[in-house]
């Protein structure tokens, strides 16, 4: 019997959509994994929730929006670079993302999602396409209209997408394979 390999993607994606189903059923997810503000990050001394943001969402459109997209990249990002590669985009996208997030919120201000680490990917995808000199016209543009939405519709937080597109995009520069 063939053994089916799952992808880091897949995985992923089962993870958060897991917690997301918690959250509903038993609850209390959100109030422990939420990123706060960075002066309250730091008072409470609870660094774990610069990745646990991901596993929180702001309702099921957020969640969609966010699995959906995650599975769009993730794919073809974990393809070009590899199973731990992908990983450490993902993981540096979303630190990064939740670094800058919370590092500008306002007071009392907590933010939820795994979109930081999505733009990240965003950014991966972009250094892939551009060394093989596939057309990036697209990407800059789904990019630029996710920016603007989050300057039409309240609650986004621009802050963690702009944080997760800088740090995916260096970390998939530095580790993309030379060319031969």
């Known amino acids: 019997m063939a053994?089916?390999?799952?992808?880091?993607?897949?995985?992923?994606?089962?993870?958060?959509?897991?917690?997301?189903?918690?959250?509903l059923v038993v609850g209390g997810l959100t109030n422990?994994?939420?990123?706060?503000?960075?002066?309250?990050?730091?008072?409470?001394?609870q660094w774990y929730r610069l990745l646990t943001v991901a596993l929180v969402h702001g309702g099921i459109f957020h969640l969609g929006f966010n699995l959906y997209a995650l599975m769009a990249l993730g794919n073809p990002v974990e393809s070009a670079f590899g199973k731990s590669r992908f990983l450490i985009i993902f993981f540096i996208s979303l630190i990064s993302g939740s670094l800058l997030s919370t590092y500008l919120a306002t007071p009392y201000q907590y933010s939820v999602g795994a979109s930081g680490a999505v733009f990240g990917l965003f950014g991966a995808f972009a250094v892939v396409s551009k060394r093989y000199g596939l057309e990036i016209k697209s990407i800059a543009v789904i990019v630029g209209i996710n920016f603007a939405m989050g300057f039409v519709i309240g609650g986004v937080?621009?802050?963690?997408?702009?944080?997760?597109?800088?740090?995916?995009?260096?970390?998939?520069?530095?580790?993309l394979p030379k060319r031969r």
């Open 32 to 45: 422990r994994f939420a990123l706060p503000n960075f002066d309250t990050l730091i008072a409470s001394g």
């Open 157 to 175: 937080d621009w802050h963690a997408h702009l944080g997760g597109l800088i740090g995916g995009t260096i970390a998939a520069a530095a580790m």
């Open 3 to 23: 053994s089916l390999k799952r992808s880091v993607t897949t995985t992923l994606i089962t993870v958060i959509a897991a917690a997301y189903l918690y959250d």
